[in-house]
Each structure stands twice: as structure tokens, then as C-alpha cells.
């Protein structure tokens, strides 16, 4: 190369025209590999995508519902249970006419004459005792087994079981609704169990009357002496 043509203006012009090629080599080299690496990975992107959007196939409606009809159709038809017949009462037992009462089938009362008696006047008392069972009853109305029985506060004044000998058992046929009624007029004297000679009166003041039949215990009947 001539040495002239390298000096002055000439010279830099020289230089300027080869870095133009240098840089068009250098870019040339760039685009090249640009253009390998995104072609190398470019499937790999694809592919990465894919396999995140890929799942399972979604259910076709048509199938889905042909499958539930088959299932519907093969399924058993539920049998029924079996009705239990109920349990059969069993048969109401009859009673037998005369049999004795039950203390549930009787309704034992007592009323007295009046509340205040005077001087002299001797109360008078009525036991009342009604059989409400379906057929009639016998039950022992005797002075010990249906008793009336007086007292004052705690002290036991009288009773028609005092004083009783032998035996006193009075079995009573009870129609059904028809009372067996008995009535006693106290003597205002006191009693005992055993049988005494002489008997002292009763005091004036506030009595109690009650009727008892076993269980049984009729109302309370209050009554005054002057």
C-alpha cells in the first residue's frame, strides 16, 4: 500500500472504512447466533407451555349424561320393607260378677248433719261407698273393715272398730253406681279398743271425722260441740 495514501485526510478514511466492516462482521456474528438460540429454544417455550395448559380432556355433556341414564337405569329399584303388623292387644280381662272390689274401682265418702251441735245433740254421721267398676263387687263393710273413726287434734276420740268382739266381717254385694250407705249417731262419748264399764264424754270443742276402708280415705269432715 502506498504510504501517501495512508498520510493526511486519505489516511483517516482508510481507517473509518475498515472498523465499518469490522462493526458489519460483528453484527452479522450477533444476529447469527441470536437467530441459533432462539431457534433452540424456542421449542422447549412451546413445549413448557403445553405442558402447563395440557390436562385432562373436559368432560363431554353428552357423554356425561348418557353415563349418569345408564347408571340411573342400572341401579336396583329400592325394596320395600316389610310392614310389621302391629302387636295385638291382648284381650281385656273380664271380671267376674262377685268377685272381690278393687280398691281403685271404689269411692269411699262421709257427710255430717251439721257443723255445730248444741248441748245434748248427738252428731250424726253417714258413710257412703259406691262401686264404679263394670260389674258388680263384693267388698267387708264391717265396723273394723270400713271404719269411721273421730279424733281432736291427736287424740283419738272414738271409733266404731273400738269395743268390737268376734267376728265382724259383713261382706257387702256393690252394684255398679249404687251406694251402700251406713249411718252412726255419736253418743259424745270416748272409746277404747277394750270395752270398759263407764265411758267419759267428749269435751266441747272442734272435732274430725273420717271414714277408712283399707286404703281408702274419704274426705275430712269437721264439726263443733258446745
Known amino acids: 500500500m502506498d504510504s501517501d495514501a495512508m498520510r493526511g485526510d486519505g489516511g483517516d478514511v482508510y481507517w473509518r ?13 450477533a444476529v447469527v ?21 395440557s390436562g385432562p380432556p373436559a368432560a363431554d355433556p353428552l357423554l356425561a349424561g348418557l353415563r349418569t341414564l345408564a347408571l340411573g337405569t342400572a341401579s ?26 278393687e280398691e281403685r274401682d271404689l269411692v269411699l265418702s262421709l257427710q255430717g248433719r251439721q257443723e255445730v251441735y248444741g248441748a245434748g245433740a248427738m252428731p250424726h254421721l253417714m258413710a257412703t261407698l259406691v262401686n264404679t267398676g263394670q ?26 272398730a273400738d269395743c268390737v268382739s268376734g267376728d265382724t266381717g259383713t261382706a257387702q254385694k256393690l252394684e255398679r253406681g249404687i251406694p251402700f250407705v251406713r249411718t252412726v249417731d255419736w253418743d259424745r262419748k270416748r272409746s277404747r279398743t277394750e270395752c270398759a264399764a263407764t265411758r267419759p264424754n267428749a ?5 274430725v271425722a273420717v271414714a277408712r276402708l283399707g286404703k281408702l280415705k274419704s274426705p275430712l269432715v269437721v264439726f263443733h260441740l258446745r
Open 17 to 29: 472504512r475498515r472498523m465499518s466492516v469490522l462493526v458489519g462482521v460483528l453484527v452479522v456474528v
Open 33 to 53: 447466533a441470536w437467530a441459533c438460540s432462539s431457534g433452540s429454544s424456542g421449542p422447549q417455550r412451546s413445549s413448557s407451555a403445553q405442558t402447563a395448559t
Open 76 to 101: 336396583p329399584s329400592p325394596t320395600p320393607s316389610p310392614t310389621k303388623n302391629p302387636a295385638t292387644p291382648a284381650p281385656a280381662k273380664v271380671k267376674r260378677p262377685g268377685a272381690p272390689c
Open 135 to 160: 260389674v258388680m263387687c263384693t267388698t267387708d263393710v264391717g265396723p273394723r273393715a270400713m271404719e269411721i273413726r273421730i279424733t281432736s287434734g291427736e287424740d283419738r276420740i272414738w271409733s266404731t
Open 203 to 207: 269435751l266441747p270443742g272442734t272435732y
